[in-house]
Antibody, heavy 124, light 108 residues
Framework: EVQLLESGGGLVQPGGSLRLSCAAS????????MSWVRQAPGKGLEWVSA????????YYADSVKGRFTISRDNSKNTLYLQMNSLRAEDTAVYYC?????????????????WGQGTLVTVSS | SYVLTQPPSVSVAPGKTARITCGGN??????VHWYQQKPGQAPVLVIY???DRPSGIPERFSGSNSGNTATLTISRVEAGDEADYYC???????????FGTGTKVTVL
């Protein structure tokens, strides 16, 4: 059974940093691209970032480019999101999501499994 | 970037059929995926590639896509179907996924 468990969320001041983790199990982690998707309180879903199965390719939404860094440790079956220069508008539940293939840049790509999410609140 | 428009809400009586639309420019040329999100829970994939169902998703859920509108249809609606539903496509101009605005389905 595929399981994705996020951690690392919390309250942080504007301009601060936070690192999210997503522990994966139930599948061959290194064979699949992974992604982060966020949801601001009471709002819809927004794609944030993605990484290929090998970790060699990374992708970012314009809203986080230059501030967030996605990475993975395939030996630990764990996905990360390093978030720097955080802003109030980054406040959201952050979900990690699995992609059905090893690469992210696949036409008609989608997310077949999601974690339960971790809440990040940026406030002074 | 590519914009997907959904009605904010749809209400349906138990046992009836709910239809949730997802509008986009020539969306019929793209593959559309649908997610169900119950309150306080993570999204769950219910339809991919316009009309395919993942294992474990009831046959009551079906999808179609043509022209400028994709549709998620829930037949014989149950109380447990009450949730937010999001459509999603791949935006080839920006090379990233795009989600619709979401539709809240209320079972009367």
């Amino acid at each position: 059974e595929v399981q994705l468990l996020e951690s690392g969320g919390g309250l942080v001041q504007p301009g601060g940093s936070l690192r999210l983790s997503c522990a994966a199990s139930g599948f061959t982690f290194s064979s699949y691209a992974m992604s982060w998707v966020r949801q601001a309180p009471g709002k819809g879903l927004e794609w944030v970032s993605a990484i290929s199965g090998s970790g060699g390719s990374t992708y970012y939404a314009d809203s986080v480019k230059g501030r967030f860094t996605i990475s993975r440790d395939n030996s630990k079956n764990t996905l990360y999101l390093q978030m720097n220069s955080l802003r109030a508008e980054d406040t959201a539940v952050y979900y990690c999501a699995k992609v059905p293939w090893g690469e992210f840049l696949v036409m008609a790509n989608y997310f077949d499994y999601w974690g339960q999410g971790t809440l990040v609140t940026v406030s002074s | 970037s590519y914009v997907l428009t959904q009605p904010p809400s749809v209400s349906v009586a138990p046992g009836k059929t709910a239809r949730i639309t997802c509008g986009g420019n020539n969306i019929g040329s793209k593959s559309v995926h649908w997610y169900q999100q119950k309150p306080g829970q993570a999204p769950v994939l219910v339809i991919y590639y316009d009309s395919d169902r993942p294992s474990g998703i009831p046959e009551r859920f079906s999808g179609s896509n043509s022209g400028n509108t994709a549709t998620l249809t829930i037949s014989r609606v149950e109380a447990g179907d009450e949730a937010d539903y999001y459509c999603q496509v791949w935006d080839s101009s920006s090379d990233h996924p795009v989600f619709g605005t979401g539709t809240k389905v209320t079972v009367l």
